[in-house]
């Protein structure tokens, strides 16, 4: 049974970086994509970005329009685990955040497999 | 602008059959998907590629597209059914990415 845990701080200052890892249990971080995605209080989901991590796409991360210029999905394939590093944040980035195995037929993507999620708040 | 709209609330009485839609127009085109999340708890997949369910996934969960309209459809449906619901699909217009509803939030009761 494939299991994904997140880890990470769960407050972050504004204007700094919220790093957030994700360790991969029952699967191989080559076996698949990988994603990360959040949401805020009594919002809906939202997804950061995907991170190929197999086929003939591996090594591609294609992020949320919105959010690309702040933040960057990567692989550490020693560890099996995939990371989240989102910049300059605001309180608006304070929100539960969690991360999914990515399923990816003809070019959609879907999530089969969460993890529980961890709470960043963004606070001074 | 790629966007999917979902009621923001269903109630049903236990035993009833409920159904919660989502629209948009790139539906016309892609795959819808979704996920429940009960409160306090990670989404689970509960229909993929419109119609399918995933390994262990109840039947009474039934997926459904036409047009620019997908619809979970729970059939006889029970308290522990009692959750939010998100459709997602995939804007591939451009670099690929998913696009969430604002979820719906069933009542069973």
């Known amino acids: 049974q494939v299991q994904l845990q997140e880890s990470g701080p769960g407050l972050v200052k504004p204007s700094e970086t919220l790093s957030l890892s994700c360790t991969i249990f029952?699967?191989?971080?080559?076996?698949?994509?990988w994603s990360w995605l959040r949401q805020p209080p009594g919002k809906a989901l939202e997804c950061l970005g995907v991170?190929?991590?197999?086929?003939?796409?591996?090594?591609?991360?294609n992020y949320h329009p919105s959010l690309a210029n702040r933040v960057t999905i990567s692989a550490d394939m020693s560890k099996n685990q995939f990371s989240l590093d989102l910049r300059s944040v605001t309180a608006a980035d304070t929100a539960i955040y969690f991360c999914?195995?990515?399923?990816?037929?003809?070019?959609?993507?879907?999530?089969?497999?969460w993890g529980r999620g961890t709470t960043v708040t963004v606070s001074s | 602008s790629f966007e999917l709209t979902q009621p923001p609330s269903v109630s049903v009485s236990p035993g009833q059959t409920a159904r919660i839609t989502c629209s948009g127009d790139?539906?016309?085109?892609?795959?819808a998907y979704w996920y429940q999340q009960t409160s306090g708890q990670a989404p689970v997949l509960v229909i993929y590629?419109?119609?399918k369910r995933p390994s262990g996934i109840p039947e009474r969960f039934y997926g459904s597209s036409s047009g620019t309209m997908a619809t979970l459809t729970i059939s006889g449906a029970l308290v522990d059914d009692e959750a939010d619901y998100y459709c997602?699909?995939?804007?591939?217009?451009?670099?690929?990415?998913?696009?969430f509803g604002g979820g719906t939030r069933l009542t069973v009761l």
């Open positions: 999914a195995r990515v399923q990816s037929p003809q070019y959609d993507y879907y999530m089969d497999v």
């Open positions: 029952g699967d191989s971080i080559n076996s698949a994509f």
């Open positions: 991170l190929h991590y197999s086929g003939v796409t591996r090594g591609t991360t």
């Open positions: 790139a539906l016309s085109k892609k795959y």
């Open positions: 590629e419109d119609t």
């Open positions: 997602s699909a995939t804007d591939t217009s451009g670099i690929p990415y998913v696009v």
